[in-house]
C-alpha cells in the first residue's frame, strides 16, 4: 500500500502523501508534542536539502537528541534524518506548551547546521523565541541568521 | 489449638477475661488472693496493641466530655465574660515575677521555636522576573507554657542521654481557648503560666541560655527576615491505601483476562534462603500523618500586623491549617553568621527591644515587592 | 453469699455494654468466688498503663479514624476573632459602595479557590492586596476573551530591552497572582502563541486595542482555522470605545481547516464556529462523551462556584480600591498636563 502510493507521488496532495510515505499515520507524541526520538520537524531554513526535503513531503525525524534526559527544549542541538542523510540541527520553535513570556509556535521548527555547528542556509523565515539570544554558544551563528525575534 | 496459661497477680476487670478461671480445679493449692489463673488462646500478636507512642502515662488527658449544667443565654454570655475578663488582665501582663536574664546568642545557642498554621502557598518573583513558590505561615496566638531546666529534663524518660545536661525543654502553645472543654488536669498545666488554656502544645529542646520565662507571648519578630528554619509538622492523612497509591506500584493489567486483580500487588518476594515475607515489605496501609521536617527554608518576607512568615519553597507538610513547628535550622551551612549573630532576638522578640514601631512589611533583599514601581524599569536597564 | 454477690454483680453489669453481659453471666457461678476476696465490687479498679490492653469497641474506632491534624478553616477564624486571642490583627470588611453585578467577569481571577480546604481568609486578603497594588503600579484594563491587545515586557537580550507582543486574547485564567492570559497572532505566516502572567514584574504595560467578546470561552480552536482569522497587524491602533456603552460581542464564525485537528471540536459545542459536517463515527463520539446532566447538577455548581455574600463583600473591597487607584491615575495625570 505505502509503495503504490509513494510512486505516485506526485499526483497526490502532502498530506495524503505525508500518511502514505511514514510507516504509520498517527503521531507518536501527540498530546505533549515532546521532542523525542522519530519526532517530525519543520526545516525553517533555506539550505537546499531541507528544501528538497519539503518538495518531496517527507519530515526529518528527530533520530537523537544531544541531552541526557533525550527529550529536546528550545535550543537544544538534535540529530535528525533528512532524504536518509544524518544532520545535526538546533531546535528554534516548539508546539508544546511554553513558560511565561516564551512563545510557543505552530509547527516544531528546526535549523540545519553542519558538523562544526555552522548552518547551512543562509536565511531564517520564521520569528525566533528571543529568549534563544541569551543561551550563546553556536545558537549565535543561528540567530544572526534571522530575521524577525518574537 | 495451643494454649497456655498465663498466672496473674492482683485482680482483672470483668470484660477482659474471656476464659477467666477456665480450668479453676487443677489449680487448687494457690492462694486466691494473690494468684489469678487464666487460660488465653495461643495467638501469636494481639489484634491492636496500645504502643508507648500512642498514649503515654504521664500524659493528661486533655478533652473532657464533662458539660456544664443546663445555662440559658444570658448566663452563658456572662460565663463567657468572665472568662475573657480572667485572661485579659493576664494578657496585658502575664509576667508574675520578675524577669530572666537576658544573655547573648552565642554560637552553641538553640532558641525555643514558635508554632505555626500552615496558611496555603503564593507565588512570589525575585528582582529579575524568577517566580518560586512561597509558603505562608501564621503565629497565631503563641505563649509559653513552661521551661524544664536540664537536670530535671534529664530525669524524664524522654531524655536521650547522649545530650547530657545540654538542653532544656521549653514548652509553647498555640491557640487560647475556652476552659471548660479541657479536662481539669489540662487546665492546670497553664496555671503557672497565667494564659488561657491551648488547643495545641509542643515542645522545643532549648539551651539554658535561652530559656524563656513561661507566659510571654511569642510572635512572628522572633525570626528576622532572610533567617533559614526548619518546618515540621504532620502530611495529609490518607487513611488506609492500596500498594498503588502508597507505594507507586505498578499493579495489574486492565483487560486480557485479569480480574479483580487491577490495583493488587504482584509477588510478595523469592523462595530458596529468601522466602516468606520480609520485613519491611511495602503492603497496603495507613497511609500519611506522618512526622516530616523540612530543613533550610529561607524566610522571605514577614508581615507583622497579620504575623505572617513567608517561607521560601514549596514541602511544608500537611494542608492548609496545619500546625507546624517552625524553628531555628540545624543544618552546619546555614546557621547565621557572626555580624547576624549579634541581632538576634536573644531569648525571643520584646515590644520594648524596638525604638521605633516595625514596619508592617519586611522582604529580603532578591524580593521583588508589589509596592515598588519603579523596580523592573531599573532591572531592565542593567 | 455467693449469690447475694452475684446479685450485685448483674446490678452492676447493666452499664456495660450489651455483648458482655452474656459473657458475665456465663462466668458468675466462679467469678463471684473470684471477686468475693479482691478490690471493692461496685468499682472495680482502673488499669493503669500496661502495654497490651484490650481497647474498647469505640476506642479502637477512635484510633482507626482518620486523625484531623488540621483544623476547618471556620475554626481557624473563630479563633482568630476569640477575645482570648492577642496579639493579631483582624481582617476587617469592607462596607460602602457595593461593585456593578457583573464585576466578576471583569476581575475573575480576584475570586478564591472554590474548595473549602483551600481557603483561608487572611491569605486571600494578602494576596488581594499583593494584586492591588500591582495594579496601583500599571494598569492592566479591563479586558475579556477575544479582545486585541498588546503586551510589553522587558527582555534583557533584545537591544531595546523591551519586547512588545500584538494579538487576539485566546485564553484567560488562573486566580490570584498566578493570574494568566494567552495571546495569539500569525508573524511571518507563522501562528504564534505567547502566555503572559497578569502580575509578572516583567510586564511593563497591557493594552486593549479593541475591546469585544467572542462567543466562547477559549479560542484555541484558531489554531485550526485559516490564518486569517488570527492574523493582526502590529502597526494596529487602539479603538476607543464610547463611554459607558456596552462591551460588543463578535459574532464572527469561524470556518474550521479540515481534519486532523489538535483536539476533536466537534464535542466542545462551540458557538463560534460554522456548523460541522458531521459523520457517524463523530456523532457517535459526541454521543458518549456529552454530559447533559451537568445542567441540573446543583450540587456541581454549588461546589465551583463561591459563597455569594463572600463574592460580594470580596467584590466591593476590590471595586473600592481599584476606583480609588483609577482616581489618582486620573489627578496625576492632570497634574502632568497643567505642567506642560
Redesign the interface.
Known amino acids: 500500500m505505502a509503495l503504490s502510493m509513494s510512486s505516485l507521488s506526485s499526483q497526490v496532495a502532502p498530506i495524503a502523501l505525508r500518511v502514505a510515505t511514514t510507516c504509520c499515520c498517527f503521531s507518536t507524541s501527540k498530546t505533549h508534542y515532546e521532542i523525542r526520538n522519530l519526532a517530525r520537524m519543520r526545516i525553517v531554513d533555506n539550505s537546499a536539502i531541507g528544501k528538497a526535503a519539503a518538495e518531496i513531503g517527507k519530515p526529518p525525524r528527530v533520530i537523537h537528541v544531544y541531552n541526557k534526559k533525550n527529550i529536546g527544549h528550545l535550543g537544544d542541538k538534535v540529530l535528525v534524518t533528512v532524504k536518509g542523510e544524518m544532520r545535526r540541527a538546533y531546535i528554534v520553535g516548539l508546539k508544546q506548551k511554553q513558560k511565561a513570556n516564551v512563545p510557543r509556535m505552530d509547527t516544531n521548527n528546526i535549523v540545519l547546521v553542519d558538523d562544526n555547528g555552522n548552518p547551512l542556509g543562509n536565511r531564517i523565515h520564521v520569528p525566533i523565541p528571543s529568549c534563544l539570544r541569551g543561551k550563546g554558544g553556536d545558537l549565535t551563528k543561528i540567530l544572526s541568521l534571522a530575521t524577525k525575534f518574537v | 489449638m495451643a494454649s497456655r496459661t498465663v498466672l496473674t497477680l492482683g485482680a482483672r476487670p470483668l470484660g477482659l477475661s474471656h476464659n477467666l478461671c477456665g480450668n479453676l480445679t487443677t489449680l487448687t493449692g494457690l492462694e486466691w488472693s494473690s494468684v489469678c489463673v487464666q487460660q488465653v488462646r495461643y495467638r501469636r500478636f494481639p489484634k491492636f496493641v496500645v504502643r508507648p507512642t500512642t498514649r503515654r502515662p504521664w500524659h493528661v488527658r486533655k478533652w473532657t466530655e464533662k458539660k456544664d449544667e443546663f445555662l440559658d443565654k444570658s448566663n452563658e454570655q456572662f460565663v463567657r465574660e468572665v472568662i475573657a475578663d480572667k485572661y485579659a488582665k493576664t494578657s496585658s501582663s502575664p509576667l508574675k515575677d520578675g524577669p530572666w536574664e537576658r544573655n547573648p546568642y552565642l554560637r552553641g545557642t538553640r532558641r525555643s521555636g514558635v508554632l505555626a498554621l500552615k496558611l496555603g502557598t503564593l507565588i512570589h518573583w525575585k528582582k529579575d522576573g524568577t517566580p518560586f513558590t512561597v509558603t505562608v505561615l501564621q503565629v497565631l496566638d503563641n505563649h509559653v507554657i513552661n521551661y524544664v531546666p536540664p537536670e530535671v529534663y534529664a530525669t524524664y524518660p524522654s531524655h536521650c542521654p547522649h545530650q547530657g545536661l545540654r538542653f532544656g525543654l521549653q514548652v509553647v502553645g498555640s491557640l487560647s481557648c475556652d476552659p471548660r472543654q479541657f479536662s481539669k488536669p489540662y487546665n492546670n498545666l497553664f496555671v503557672k503560666a497565667g494564659v488561657p488554656p491551648k488547643r495545641w502544645l509542643t515542645r522545643f529542646l532549648v539551651t539554658p541560655d535561652a530559656a524563656i520565662q513561661p507566659g510571654t507571648a511569642l510572635n512572628v519578630n522572633h525570626f528576622k527576615v532572610g533567617d533559614y528554619v526548619d518546618t515540621q509538622g504532620r502530611t495529609r492523612d490518607y487513611g488506609f491505601q492500596g500498594v498503588i497509591k502508597r507505594w507507586g506500584m505498578k499493579g495489574m493489567p486492565k483487560s486480557h483476562g485479569t480480574t479483580k486483580s487491577e490495583r493488587k500487588m504482584g509477588a510478595t518476594g523469592g523462595g530458596g534462603d529468601k522466602d516468606g515475607i520480609w520485613k519491611g515489605k511495602r503492603m497496603p496501609g495507613m497511609m500519611g500523618n506522618y512526622l516530616r521536617t523540612m530543613y533550610g527554608l529561607q524566610i522571605c518576607r514577614i508581615n507583622t500586623r497579620y504575623n505572617l512568615l513567608y517561607v521560601a519553597g514549596v514541602g511544608v507538610p500537611g494542608l492548609p491549617h496545619t500546625f507546624i513547628r517552625v524553628s531555628d535550622t540545624v543544618l552546619p551551612r546555614k546557621q547565621r553568621t557572626e555580624d547576624q549573630m549579634s541581632s538576634v532576638a536573644m531569648p525571643t522578640w520584646f515590644e520594648e527591644d524596638e525604638e521605633d514601631p516595625l514596619p508592617e512589611e519586611m522582604f529580603v533583599d532578591d524580593v521583588f515587592q508589589f509596592t515598588e514601581p519603579s523596580l523592573e524599569l531599573e532591572a531592565e536597564e542593567s | 453469699m455467693a449469690a447475694s454477690i452475684a446479685q450485685i454483680c448483674v446490678k452492676n ?1 447493666r452499664s ?1 455494654p450489651l455483648r ?1 453481659i452474656d ?2 453471666y456465663q ?1 458468675t457461678s ?2 463471684c ?3 468475693s ?3 471493692p465490687l461496685s468499682q ?2 482502673k ?3 500496661v ?5 474498647t469497641h469505640a476506642e ?1 474506632a477512635r ?1 482507626l479514624r ?8 471556620e475554626m ?1 477564624d473563630k ?2 476573632a ?8 483582624q ?1 476587617s470588611e469592607k462596607t460602602g459602595e457595593a461593585a456593578p453585578r457583573d464585576y466578576r467577569f471583569v476581575m475573575p481571577e480576584f475570586l478564591p479557590n472554590p474548595d473549602f ?4 481568609k ?2 486571600e486578603k ?2 488581594r492586596q ?2 492591588l ?2 495594579r ?2 500599571i494598569d492592566i484594563p479591563e479586558f475579556y476573551v477575544g479582545s486585541i491587545m498588546a503586551v510589553t ?6 537591544p531595546g ?3 512588545r ?1 500584538v494579538g487576539i486574547c485566546i485564553d484567560r485564567g488562573g486566580r ?3 493570574a ?1 492570559f494567552v495571546l495569539r497572532n500569525v ?11 497578569m ?6 504595560s497591557i493594552q486593549v486595542l479593541k475591546l469585544e467578546k467572542r462567543l466562547d470561552e477559549q479560542l484555541y480552536y484558531l ?1 485550526n482555522a485559516p490564518l486569517e482569522h488570527s492574523t493582526f497587524s502590529f502597526d494596529m491602533q487602539p479603538v476607543t470605545l464610547p463611554r459607558d456603552a456596552p462591551v460588543p460581542v463578535n459574532t464572527t464564525k469561524v470556518k474550521l481547516n479540515p481534519k486532523p485537528w489538535e483536539y476533536r471540536w466537534e464535542r466542545f459545542n462551540l458557538k463560534g464556529i460554522e456548523p460541522l459536517e458531521l459523520t457517524p463515527k463523530m456523532e457517535k463520539g459526541i454521543k458518549a462523551h456529552a454530559k447533559p446532566w451537568e445542567d441540573y447538577d446543583l450540587m456541581l455548581k454549588y461546589r465551583q462556584k463561591v459563597n455569594e455574600d463572600e463574592e460580594k463583600s470580596i467584590m466591593t473591597e476590590v471595586f473600592q480600591e481599584n476606583t480609588r487607584i483609577e482616581g489618582e491615575r486620573k489627578s496625576s495625570r492632570a497634574v502632568l498636563r497643567r505642567k506642560k
Not at chain 3, 502495654?51 to 481497647?55: D, E, G, T, V
Not at chain 3, 476569640?82 to 490583627?89: A, K, M, N, R, V
Not at chain 3, 515586557?153 to 533584545?158: I, Q
Not at chain 3, 508573524?187 to 502572567?197: I, S
Open positions: 453489669i456495660f458482655q459473657l458475665v462466668q466462679c467469678v468466688a473470684f471477686f476476696t479482691s478490690s472495680p479498679k488499669l493503669k498503663h502495654i497490651n490492653y484490650q481497647r479502637v484510633a482518620k486523625k484531623q491534624n488540621f483544623l476547618h478553616h481557624v479563633h482568630r476569640s477575645p482570648l486571642q492577642s496579639g493579631t490583627e481582617v480546604r483551600y481557603r483561608d487572611i491569605l494578602m494576596e499583593d494584586m497594588r500591582r496601583a503600579v515586557v522587558s527582555d534583557p537580550h533584545s530591552k523591551t519586547n507582543f490570584g497572582l498566578q494568566y508573524v511571518d505566516g507563522l501562528g504564534v502563541e505567547v502566555m503572559y502572567e502580575y509578572n514584574p516583567t510586564v511593563h489554531r
